[in-house]
């Protein structure tokens, strides 16, 4: 660095400060997970099966309602979250906040944790994920098997003060999904799950679809899709789903995003539903959210786990009870079309929880109404509740 100040005769120096460095190694965490995505696929859409009534003749040929899960969990780390980690990193990289040996340090409650611990494997770099002491054990074990390190709370509303208090103990970088989800995906392309899910749609009966249904996690992947839908001008509705106990709903309902939720025990549908509204959380591209009992998202993860032949996540279960109400109304107005929703991640991680009887009861939930309601439905094309 150039020194600086007046000289003898009064005349100002120029003054300078240099801060480059070596950026190799920024350079080679850049290309590692650039390879990864080379080397992965994009994840399948699936057309999820539909009874006879799902079709109907008009008189100058059959039309209907087409139901699709873009399937998330062949993700190399099993779920949605695995392309927000690699934006995140990559985003954190580019801004020059993770450089060699940075601690990154996440607030998440299993899945996005997951997918960062990979991620932070692939380049080198130390990784702590702080999530309640009630995150399933199955997932615990993946972000550990991953190289990360788990830090608890008791309570849900903590983790974010616990990770930026960790950040600055280790003087890491908080990878912060919550805040940096809608800024680190491009929304207007390169192949984002939006632009994945249309282009996978191109040659279907109904290539732009009716509705897509979505969880509010972050917030990012509504406000990815939501953006994407206007940008391309596509005639397509977004419609979010939230489960009990989640600060979004009750905001986007009173149009009161700073409003306080208060202290509550936290959602029971993990990787979804949060007790404040993030500020990824983009509600003006949203057409219509609809709050999801817990009851109703493990019933329908059960039902479509029977239908697929394979267990899907609790959220799973979340976004496909959104969809099948909305296809009883598309139905009952005879509007044909498609709906997309996610299969955000498989249901082994939740085989101590979701699937397990005991605990179902131990929580206090009866699933009895909701899989009346989902019979009925099967049945019938006709909604319940």
């Known amino acids: 660095m150039?020194?600086?100040?007046?000289?003898?005769?009064g005349a100002v120096r120029t003054r300078e400060v240099d801060r480059r460095a070596d950026r190799s190694w920024v350079d080679n965490a850049i290309r590692l997970i650039d390879a990864d995505a080379t080397r992965s696929a994009d994840t399948h859409l699936l057309r999820?099966?539909?009874?006879?009534?799902?079709?109907?003749?008009?008189?100058?040929?059959?039309?209907?309602?087409?139901?699709y899960l873009k399937d998330e969990s062949t993700h190399i780390t099993?779920?949605?979250?695995h392309r927000l980690a690699r934006s995140l990193f990559l985003y954190a990289l580019c801004n020059g906040w993770?450089?060699?040996?940075?601690?990154?340090?996440?607030?998440?409650?299993?899945?996005?944790?997951?997918s960062e611990a990979y991620f932070a494997q692939l380049i080198g770099v130390p990784f702590i994920a702080v999530m309640?002491?009630?995150?399933?054990?199955?997932?615990?074990?993946?972000?550990?098997r991953q190289g990360g390190r788990c830090h608890f709370v008791e309570r849900s509303y903590e983790v974010y003060g616990a990770a930026q208090q960790l950040a600055d103990e280790t003087n890491g970088h908080f990878i912060d999904q919550f805040t940096m989800a809608e800024r680190a995906t491009d929304w207007r392309g390169n192949n984002n799950i939006a632009e994945s899910i249309f282009s996978q749609l191109a040659r279907e009966e109904f290539p732009v679809p009716t509705w897509v249904v979505v969880g509010a996690g972050t917030g990012g992947t509504s406000a990815t899709i939501g953006r994407f839908?206007?940008?391309?001008?596509?005639?397509?509705?977004?419609?979010?789903?939230?489960?009990?106990?989640?600060?979004?709903?009750?905001?986007?309902?009173?149009g009161d995003p700073d409003a306080p939720f208060g202290p509550v025990p936290g959602s029971r549908i993990e990787g979804i539903g949060r007790p404040r509204v993030e500020?990824?959380?983009?509600?003006?591209?949203?057409?219509?959210?609809?709050?999801?009992?817990?009851?109703?998202?493990?019933?329908?993860?059960?039902?479509?786990?029977?239908?697929l032949g394979r267990r899907v996540g609790g959220s799973t279960g979340t976004n496909l009870w959104g969809a099948l109400r909305l296809i009883a109304e598309m139905r009952k107005e005879g509007t044909p079309g498609s709906v997309v929703t996610l299969l955000c991640d498989g249901g082994d991680r939740y085989s101590g929880t979701y699937y397990d009887d005991?605990?179902?009861?131990?929580?206090?939930?009866?699933?009895?109404r909701a899989e009346a309601t989902l019979e009925n439905f099967f049945a019938t094309g006709e909604w319940i509740e």
């Open 98 to 114: 993770i450089t060699e040996g940075t601690t990154v340090i996440e607030a998440s409650s299993g899945s996005t944790a997951v």
């Open 279 to 307: 500020p990824s959380f983009i509600s003006q591209v949203i057409d219509r959210m609809v709050s999801v009992p817990d009851d109703a998202s493990i019933a329908t993860a059960r039902r479509a786990s029977d239908i």
């Open 229 to 254: 839908i206007r940008y391309r001008r596509h005639h397509t509705w977004l419609c979010v789903v939230d489960p009990e106990n989640s600060a979004f709903f009750p905001a986007y309902r009173d």
């Open 2 to 9: 150039a020194g600086g100040g007046r000289g003898e005769s």
């Open 78 to 81: 099993g779920s949605l979250k």
């Open 48 to 67: 999820f099966p539909l009874p006879a009534w799902s079709r109907w003749d008009t008189g100058s040929g059959s039309t209907g309602i087409s139901l």
């Open 132 to 144: 309640p002491a009630t995150t399933s054990p199955a997932k615990i074990g993946l972000i550990e």
């Open 358 to 368: 005991d605990w179902v009861t131990g929580a206090g939930l009866d699933l009895t």
